[in-house]
């Protein structure tokens, strides 16, 4: 499991924990109470949520030792937010636009347009004075997001870390069509077959993903200045240059770019405990141990025959139900 760690010192005292559960990887923030961000970690998804923030938790528990923090507040995010919730005993889940929001808002306080690129999806968040004006989301089509991009990286045998220094080297310009990641691929394909260095087509491509998120993200929105730039993709040099060639503005990648989203969902949680005078319900790192069962069933008990998720620990108790409509079986 590929994991990645960054630590400023486990602190002590009181300390908030957020969770950003995505497709793709699954990100680990913790802050203090001047939301300074202590710790952070991040490890593949890969397909079972989960299973990733029980081993993120297994991570945290080695890192911080025998000796486990005081945490105040948990809060998640990402698509698998209600899931992690449930299984963890969050204190409160918020969607990816508001946590995105929350952290570029409060390390750049005049932030008017986030640009994020995850795992499988895109981002455009407008904000004004540090509120959401506007936002879209693209979440069809595949192309411009990192799996399109690792998936390239792969079939061109070039690992994903070296892929945007590879575009920063381009010295001439290649059309590369990316509105559709089928078109994208055939396209590739076509110019390395006339001759093309693969420097000149990885930097293709980054423009071609980045038109392809102007267009279909942008359009009919005025975008202002300072941009900042969150999500994996932020990691690619040949991503950022084409979005300042398209902007015509520099575009700022915040330090940790990655787990922006998992910071802001500690924010909040700080927040909303502090505001409501709430003890956090959170169980403690020990959720690393349990083991848990998740299964899903057709309600029978009326025309809807809504899809219901259940999850359950191994000794038969409900933890969750959530997808009937009609609160029937949600707990």
Known sequence: METQQI??????????????????STKFAIINETMELMYA???????????????????????????????KAVGTTGSAR???????????????IISHAVAASYYYPDVRTILEIGGQDSKLILLRDGIITDFTMNSICAAGTGSFLDHQASRLGIPIEEFGDYAARSQVEVAIAGRCTVFAESDMVHKQQ??????????????????????????????HPPFVFQGGVAANPGIIKAFEKVLGH???????????????AAMLAKVYVEENKLETAFCGFEVGETKFLTKGFNCSGCPNKC???????????????WGDRCGKWTT
Request: aromatic letters at 8%; proline letters at 2%.
């Open 194 to 223: 006339m001759g093309y260095s693969k420097e000149d087509i990885i930097n293709g491509l980054c423009e071609a993903l980045v038109r392809n998120y102007i267009n279909n993200l942008c359009k009919g929105k005025f975008l």
């Open 82 to 96: 209600y899931l992690v919730k449930s299984i963890i005993r969050a204190d409160l889940a918020k969607t990816e």
């Open 250 to 264: 520099k575009v700022i990648v915040p330090e940790y770019f990655l787990t922006m989203g998992a910071i802001g």
């Open 41 to 71: 970690t991040w490890a593949r998804t890969q397909g079972s949520p989960i299973q990733s923030v029980q081993q993120g938790f297994n991570i945290l528990k080695k890192s911080f030792g025998a000796k486990e923090p005081l945490i």
């Open 307 to 321: 899809e219901v998720t259940c999850v359950t620990k191994h000794t038969g108790e409900v933890v969750a139900r």
């Open 7 to 24: 630590s400023k010192g486990k602190g002590s005292g009181n300390l908030y924990l957020g969770i950003d559960v995505g497709s793709v």
